[in-house]
């Protein structure tokens, strides 16, 4: 387990580290998309990341976000083609989770590294670098942030809770009905959009926020960042699944059953 850690955590500083010393050529585009880019340096962090991982590791199998086209993103399909032995840990990398704040400069992007087997997070990191925050956590370790525990908040109704969560607009089935953010608007004191999941649900396991949700996000965004925040005392929920999306909620567990009433009610996603 310490050893995962401490993988994780190499990986997720060196694919960090290259965005943030290459913030100067960070509109270098590789594909633009209606509401999302994929930027040269994912594909850089990506393969700082990986060759982290290999050197270390080279037995294991790796899941990466830029790999998409070749691989099920979810526990248990086909890791990348490089994959090894069927019950090889696999390695889960987002190299910069927040490509678009990355792009316009916001601070709001991570790294994020988890490694499984058999479809149990071992460990996690989530590296921020533009806020200097390193969130870690093994299956039966603390959550850390820079080496401190972190707790979710004791916040214990929804009037009283602020809700981060994801407007992507990818494509029509992944959107927010405006019913539903009208209601969830009603419902928490606020609701923020903040734009990396995994930093979102990192903010849950710190207690800044009180719940987190988004309709289809994929494995890469939640790996790291649903350990720690499990970690810290928040309860954890895949709502659906639609390929190789997943509907997920982070609570501090005080109020998960009332988010997920909420979110579960007739005409929501
Ligand atoms: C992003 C997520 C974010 C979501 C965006 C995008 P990416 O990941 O972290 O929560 O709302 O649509 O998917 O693409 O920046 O790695």
Same mark, same amino acid.
């Given at each position: 387990?310490?050893?995962?850690?401490?993988?994780?955590?190499?990986?997720?500083?060196?694919?960090?580290?290259?965005?943030?010393?290459?913030?100067?050529?960070?509109?270098?585009?590789?594909?633009?998309?209606?509401?999302?880019?994929?930027?040269?340096?994912?594909?850089?962090?990506?393969?700082?990341?990986?060759?982290?991982?290999?050197?270390?590791?080279?037995?294991?199998?790796?899941?990466?976000?830029?790999?998409?086209?070749?691989?099920?993103?979810?526990?248990?399909?086909?890791?990348?083609?490089?994959?090894?032995?069927?019950?090889?840990?696999?390695?889960?990398?987002?190299?910069?989770?927040?490509?678009?704040?990355?792009?316009?400069?916001?601070?709001?992007?991570?790294?994020?590294?988890?490694?499984?087997?058999?479809?149990?997070?071992?460990?996690?990191?989530?590296?921020?670098?533009?806020?200097?925050?390193?969130?870690?956590?093994?299956?039966?370790?603390? !959550? %850390?942030?820079?080496?401190?525990?972190? /707790?979710?908040?004791?916040? =214990?109704?929804? +009037?009283? #809770? &602020?809700? @981060?969560?994801?407007?992507?607009?990818?494509?029509?089935?992944?959107?927010?009905?405006?019913?539903?953010?009208?209601?969830?608007?009603?419902?928490?004191?606020?609701?923020?959009?903040?734009?990396?999941? !995994? %930093?979102?649900?990192?903010?849950?396991? /710190?207690?800044?926020?009180? =719940?987190?949700? +988004?309709? #289809? &996000?994929? @494995?890469?965004?939640?790996?790291?960042?649903?350990?720690?925040?499990?970690?810290?005392?928040?309860?954890?929920?895949?709502?659906?699944?639609?390929?190789?999306?997943?509907?997920?909620?982070?609570?501090? !567990?005080?109020?998960?059953?009332?988010?997920?009433?909420?979110?579960?009610?007739?005409?929501?996603?």
């Amino acid at each position: 387990m310490q050893f995962c850690l401490e993988l994780a955590i190499l990986a997720a500083r060196a694919g960090g580290q290259h965005a943030r010393l290459n913030r100067h050529r960070s509109s270098d585009v590789h594909k633009a998309f209606a509401h999302d880019i994929k930027l040269q340096l994912d594909l850089e962090c990506q393969a700082r990341v990986v060759d982290t991982i290999q050197r270390h590791a080279p037995t294991h199998a790796i899941l990466a976000e830029e790999d998409e086209g070749d691989v099920a993103a979810l526990p248990g399909g086909p890791a990348r083609a490089s994959a090894r032995a069927a019950d090889a840990p696999l390695w889960i990398v987002d190299p910069i989770d927040g490509t678009v704040n990355y792009f316009h400069g916001l601070p709001m992007w991570c790294c994020s590294v988890a490694v499984q087997q058999g479809g149990r997070t071992l460990a996690g990191a989530v590296y921020a670098p533009d806020l200097g925050e390193l969130y870690t956590a093994t299956a039966d370790g603390p !959550a %850390l942030l820079n080496g401190e525990p972190l /707790r979710t908040s004791e916040t =214990a109704t929804l +009037e009283d #809770a &602020i809700f @981060l969560t994801g407007l992507s607009q990818k494509n029509e089935s992944d959107a927010v009905p405006a019913t539903l953010v009208e209601r969830l608007a009603q419902s928490v004191q606020k609701i923020r959009v903040l734009g990396a999941a !995994a %930093l979102d649900i990192c903010r849950v396991a /710190r207690g800044h926020a009180d =719940a987190y949700w +988004e309709p #289809a &996000i994929h @494995l890469w965004d939640m790996a790291a960042a649903g350990l720690i925040a499990e970690r810290a005392g928040a309860r954890t929920t895949v709502l659906s699944r639609r390929g190789t999306r997943v509907s997920f909620v982070a609570t501090n !567990a005080h109020i998960h059953d009332a988010v997920t009433q909420l979110l579960t009610a007739r005409h929501s996603p």
